[in-house]
């Protein structure tokens, strides 16, 4: 159905305009190109199990080391269910957490109930992020990157929502350092990775992609999570902040 006025029905009269399921006239035309709901069933409930487990093992740590320098008014992008929000430091106002995937969004909706500073979880993808021009002071990125098919997409619409010299903090994990550890990644990008942990893809270059939006990165630590003595294919991290400039 289009909804266009003017069409007549069998008998040439004309049918009154009526509106279709998605026609959304306040929302920007960029913000209706890409589905909002991305379901991953099995890899949602997966996540939420494991997270736990992460989180246990050192990343919880690594998280608090990400969010300790932010103040203001915060955008977390791919929130997932919501892992960071008991983090998030006092000099922070709000926190606006965008997630695409409805069965975490949901476990992040219970868990900003339980936040030190009001959280609020918005439906949305990264590419097309429901926030308006310059309004946030910081933004947040937690092992998302290698999960989104246009990472310069997501990274221009994160320019846009900062403010002038509004900070961005990252978690992720990339490239590993030598070629050994890069041709396993990508024998991993190309086989079984992407299909059992929801389209994450491990060669990929999250600092790069950064500096080439054009952010300035400020700080950057190169670590390993887990920290074992086996190098996974998302074993190489990056832990920084960098800057939007102007
Ligand atoms: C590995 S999980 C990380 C979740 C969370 N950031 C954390 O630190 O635990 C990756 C997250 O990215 C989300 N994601 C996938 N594609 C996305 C997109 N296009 N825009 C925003 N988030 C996306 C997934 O739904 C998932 O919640």
Redesign the pocket.
Known sequence: MTGRAGRRGAGGARTPRRPTAVHHPEVPARQRV?PTD?P?PV??RL?ARI?EG??AEG?GAL?TELLAPLSGSVV?????????FTRYPAAVTGVTA????PH??GL?TRAAAAAPVPVTVVA????ALPLPDGGADAA?????L?????RDR?LAELTRVLRPGGTLAF?EHGLGPTRRVRAAQRLADATLWPLL????HTAVDPVGSIQRAGFEVTTLRRLRFPDSRLTLPATPHVLGLARRPG
């Open positions: 890409l991305r991953r890899f949602s996540y997270s992460m989180d990343l998280r977390e992008v791919g929130c997932g269910n919501g892992r960071n965008v997630e695409p995937e975490l969004r992040a949305g993808t990264a590419e947040v990125l937690c092992l998302v290698c999960s989104l098919p246009d997501a978690l942990a929801g389209g994450c």
